[in-house]
């Protein structure tokens, strides 16, 4: 069973940048598409980015030209720039095959202003 393991969280200030990584432990192009999602306590877990097996990509319009979503070997990469104080949650990866979805635990982020 394929499994995703994030990386890559923690405190930065605003304005910084950080890396998170979801590996798989398997070969990411099993997966249909690989997503990073984020969620924050009373919110609904948010969509935002991902990338598909062809390498096309999507982000939300709230990250757009911040954050790029990329894949090397097995692992889905988001470079997050230009942190704002509300990019704080708990980032999680999901792959898709088919119909159905895979977790990671999550990794948190928290951005200082």
């Known amino acids: 069973q394929a499994q995703l393991q994030e990386s890559g969280g923690g405190l930065v200030q605003a304005g910084g940048s950080l890396r998170l990584s979801c590996a798989s432990s398997g070969n990411i192009f099993d997966f249909n598409d690989v997503a990073w999602y984020r969620q924050t306590p009373g919110r609904e877990r948010e969509l935002v980015a991902s990338?598909?097996?062809?390498?096309r990509t999507n982000y939300a319009d709230s990250v757009t030209g911040r954050f790029t979503i990329s894949r090397a070997q097995n692992t889905v990469y988001l470079d997050m720039t230009s942190l704002k104080p509300e990019d704080t949650a708990v980032y999680l990866c999901r792959g898709r095959i088919l119909t159905r979805m895979y977790w990671g635990q999550g990794t948190q982020v928290t951005v200082s202003s």
């Open positions: 990338i598909n097996v062809g390498g």
